[in-house]
């Protein structure tokens, strides 16, 4: 059975505002047990290494640990999280570092062809040496 009610306009905004109140201390509660319980702690790790050619990049890896064994957060949205946080991650890095690790991979590069014409040179030269040599010996 239904039963409609009419209110004066003092006790419906009585009414409104005490609604308002707890509205406010459910959101002020769940924010101090978000505090105290978290449900989930993210740690992010970030990996700078070369590879067998020496070229250097940067990977990062994320885990989600269970501060809380009541709360359980589903595999999938761990795992599409994680790589949305990956991905903002290593967009910041790209943006940040990106250039530079061009330059130092391509400095690298620069540098390896360098000591190999290094050693080219130095074969030239002791060849050119062993040559004058045998010329200054057979005459």
């Known amino acids: 059975m239904r039963k409609i009610l009419q209110l004066e306009q003092y006790e419906y905004d009585k009414l409104t505002e005490l609604a308002k109140l707890n509205t406010e201390q459910v959101e002020n ?4 047990l978000w505090a105290e319980k978290a449900v ?4 992010i790790k970030i990996d700078m290494g070369t590879d067998y050619d020496d070229t250097y990049s940067i990977d990062c890896k994320t885990y989600m640990f269970y501060k809380d064994e009541k709360f359980q957060i589903p595999s999938e949205l761990r795992e599409r999280f994680s790589k949305i946080v990956k991905k903002d991650i290593m967009r910041n890095i790209e943006d940040t570092f990106g250039d530079l690790i061009k330059a130092v991979n391509l400095f690298k590069r620069k540098t390896a062809s360098l000591n190999q014409t290094k050693y080219l040179l130095w074969g030239i030269a002791a060849s050119g040496w062993a040559a004058f040599v045998a010329y200054v010996c057979l005459h």
């Open 29 to 32: 509660r769940a924010m101090e």
């Open 40 to 43: 989930a702690e993210i740690r």
